[in-house]
């Protein structure tokens, strides 16, 4: 009799984070800083440099996903 493999694998577990995780990317891409955080001079700057680093960790855990598949 063949056994069922369980649902909740590594594989799967870095999919559900990456598909939740990109809500956040979105949101810090598009969010207007600026005008939420007026005492943060620098968030016109670091705002592209966050996002970068939101997409290069949701870049990563792609990898991770297809070396644990």
Known sequence: MKQRSPLMTPANIVTLVRIF???VFVFVLLAPWP???PF??????????????????????????????
């Open 21 to 23: 995780a990109i809500p």
């Open 40 to 69: 943060w001079p620098e968030a016109i700057i670091l705002k592209p440099w966050i996002s970068a680093i939101v997409y290069a960790l949701l870049a990563a855990t792609d990898g991770v996903d297809g070396y644990l598949a």
């Open 35 to 37: 005008s939420w955080f």
